[in-house]
Nanobody, 122 residues
Framework: VQLQASGGGLVQAGDSLRLSCADS????????MGWFRRAPGKEREFVAT????????YYSDSVRGRFTISRDNAKNTVYLQMNSLKPEDTAVYYC????????????????WGQGTLVTVSS
């Protein structure tokens, strides 16, 4: 599993942005995927996770109803659609792969992408 996140940028509050995370390896379909973020001066926190088929999804309370995680196994890619962005969503966003679905902790993930910066101005 080799993850490459992209799609970050500078947007205004209320705007939308879609992040992508592509896996150049061959085992993508066997992994649950997650998104985490690290805001300036804060610890990395869980955002969302999706199981291998896309049939099970879980969000953090802070993004539920605004963000949508999805995956396209044919393209080895997981997405994070972010709507109604707020300045407090400003962070480096990381994608990660886990052998088991359901973890909201960093330790539950086996592989990590390099991160993509999202900046939301007020």
């Amino acid at each position: 599993v080799q993850l490459q996140a992209s799609g970050g940028g500078l947007v205004q509050a209320g705007d939308s942005l879609r992040l992508s995370c592509a896996d150049s390896g061959r085992a993508f379909q066997g992994y649950a995927m997650g998104w985490f973020r690290r805001a300036p001066g804060k610890e990395r926190e869980f955002v969302a996770t999706i199981n291998w088929s896309g049939g099970a999804i879980y969000y953090s309370d802070s993004v539920r109803g605004r963000f949508t995680i999805s995956r396209d196994n044919a393209k080895n890619t997981v997405y994070l659609q972010m709507n109604s962005l707020k300045p407090e969503d400003t962070a480096v966003y990381y994608c990660a792969a886990a052998a088991l679905y359901g973890s909201t902790q960093r330790g539950g993930y086996d592989y990590w992408g390099q991160g993509t910066l999202v900046t939301v101005s007020s």
